[in-house]
């Protein structure tokens, strides 16, 4: 301290009007810094948010803690005022009788259970969301609301007999050591995955899966101006929100440039 005043002292009695003057740059240049530093994050939040939008991401992906989701859960997510679109999936792995796979085994098909009324909801809204597993038809779509319909991609049609409209599959059933043989009406196209993928209901899904009212994940939409991160932090602890898988290495590819420009800036 002795040591501090002894070098700082002349400098303020001699000259007291620049050392306050170069006190008050300094505090300026923090202060920019600061300011630079919180544009950033609000700017880099709503860029995500529209990079998430043009490539039909949602802004968080919600799975159970342990276990499965529930239709109740659905259903508490869309009361929450925060929530634009909430879509429930459910997945399950089936098999192709009488189809071989890549290395001679059996073919197996990804069967992914959707609600279509929220995906052509949140595109009719302009903000799609998984455009590549919407069903896309060449009539007038009411295929769609048709039970046990599945829409394929271009991988599992080219699989298909010419001519056939309807698709044989085995599902295995939870606690049950046999699967399940299922028929399902070949309905439109999905553009998703070069691997065998069809979509279906998914309230057709939780009845041939064995899996009534279970959801293995629901793919939120928030209100514009909401943050995902600090929302999340809201929800029960049954829930566990996240953002999508590859959201991170996307956007900091995306925003390189940007978080450099401002970095020097600061």
Same mark, same amino acid.
């Given at each position: 301290?002795?040591?501090?005043?002894?070098?700082?002292?002349?400098?303020?009695?001699?000259?007291?009007?620049?050392?306050?003057?170069?006190?008050?740059?300094?505090?300026?240049?923090?202060?920019?810094?600061?300011?630079?530093?919180?544009?950033?994050?609000?700017?880099?939040?709503?860029?995500?948010?529209?990079?998430?939008?043009?490539?039909?991401?949602?802004?968080?992906?919600?799975?159970?803690?342990?276990?499965?989701?529930?239709?109740?859960?659905?259903?508490?997510?869309?009361? %929450?005022?925060?929530?634009?679109?909430?879509?429930?999936?459910?997945?399950?792995?089936?098999?192709?009788?009488?189809?071989?796979?890549?290395?001679?085994?059996?073919?197996?098909?990804?069967?992914?259970?959707?609600?279509?009324?929220?995906?052509?909801?949140?595109?009719?809204?302009?903000?799609?969301?998984?455009?590549?597993?919407?069903?896309?038809?060449?009539?007038?779509?009411?295929?769609?609301?048709?039970?046990?319909?599945?829409?394929?991609?271009?991988?599992?049609?080219?699989?298909?007999?010419?001519?056939?409209?309807?698709?044989?599959?085995?599902?295995?059933?939870?606690?049950?050591?046999?699967?399940?043989?299922?028929?399902?009406?070949?309905?439109?196209?999905?553009?998703?995955?070069?691997?065998?993928?069809?979509?279906?209901?998914?309230?057709?899904?939780?009845?041939?899966?064995? %899996?009534?009212?279970?959801?293995?994940?629901?793919?939120?939409?928030?209100?514009?101006?909401?943050?995902?991160?600090?929302?999340? %932090?809201?929800?029960?602890?049954?829930?566990?929100?996240?953002?999508?898988?590859?959201?991170?290495?996307?956007?900091?590819?995306?925003?390189?440039?940007? %978080?450099?420009?401002?970095?020097?800036?600061?």
């Amino acid at each position: 301290m002795n040591l501090w005043l002894h070098i700082t002292w002349p400098a303020w009695r001699d000259q007291p009007a620049r050392v306050v003057l170069a006190i008050v740059a300094v505090m300026l240049g923090v202060a920019l810094a600061f300011g630079v530093h919180l544009l950033n994050g609000a700017a880099l939040t709503e860029f995500a948010r529209a990079a998430r939008g043009v490539n039909g991401q949602p802004d968080l992906v919600l799975r159970a803690g342990n276990g499965s989701l529930a239709d109740r859960d659905l259903a508490e997510l869309l009361n %929450r005022p925060e929530v634009v679109t909430a879509s429930p999936v459910l997945e399950a792995q089936a098999l192709w009788p009488g189809q071989k796979g890549q290395f001679g085994g059996g073919l197996t098909v990804r069967l992914i259970g959707i609600d279509p009324f929220a995906l052509i909801g949140a595109a009719t809204a302009g903000r799609p969301l998984a455009p590549e597993l919407t069903p896309q038809f060449d009539g007038t779509g009411m295929q769609a609301l048709a039970t046990y319909t599945v829409h394929l991609n271009a991988a599992a049609a080219a699989r298909l007999p010419s001519g056939a409209a309807t698709l044989k599959l085995r599902v295995p059933q939870p606690g049950h050591p046999a699967p399940r043989d299922i028929d399902l009406t070949v309905g439109g196209r999905i553009a998703a995955g070069n691997a065998p993928l069809g979509v279906l209901d998914i309230a057709d899904a939780q009845a041939l899966f064995g %899996r009534l009212g279970a959801l293995d994940r629901i793919d939120v939409q928030l209100a514009p101006g909401t943050d995902a991160i600090t929302w999340a %932090r809201t929800l029960p602890p049954r829930w566990r929100a996240t953002p999508p898988a590859d959201e991170g290495e996307r956007l900091s590819d995306l925003t390189r440039a940007y %978080r450099i420009n401002l970095g020097l800036l600061a």
